[in-house]
């Protein structure tokens, strides 16, 4: 199971720090992301990680959001920095089988890829 934590209200320009602590996550190649849904759109992703730490970013955070893993604790980390009102939404985690590092460079944005996903956690930018 995946929890997310960290969110909050921050005004334009600010940082937010988002946790996934995953429990019975045990596996050891694997793939894991972060996507954000706003009201009536589709979830996008934001931020993805592989077991052997490769990363990747949407263009709309490329240089703002790092995404980090600590695999001793099992937590999965988003550093959100500038943050934009456009920021805006809904942050989910999500967790990929094990395997899923053999696809994550190609899948790791797309939704129907992970089969474990957080409640989410609400980040609010006001202008």
């Known amino acids: 199971q995946l929890q997310e934590s960290g969110g909050g209200s921050v005004e334009s320009g600010g940082s937010l720090r988002l946790s996934c602590a995953g429990s019975?996550?045990?596996?050891?190649?694997?793939?894991m992301a972060w996507f954000r849904q706003v009201p009536g759109k589709k979830r996008e992703g934001v931020a993805h990680i592989d077991s052997d730490g490769t990363v990747a970013y949407a263009d709309s955070v490329k240089g703002r959001f790092t995404i980090s893993l600590d695999k001793a604790k099992s937590t999965l980390s988003l550093q959100m920095s500038s943050l934009e009102p456009e920021d805006t939404a809904e942050y989910y985690c999500?967790?990929?089988?094990?395997?899923?590092?053999?696809?994550?460079?190609?899948?790791?944005?797309?939704?129907?890829?992970?089969?474990?996903w957080g409640q989410g956690t609400q980040v609010t930018v006001s202008s």
């Open positions: 019975g996550y045990a596996y050891s190649t694997y793939c």
């Open positions: 999500a967790g990929g089988d094990e395997g899923t590092y053999d696809h994550c460079s190609v899948l790791g944005f797309t939704e129907e890829f992970f089969n474990y």
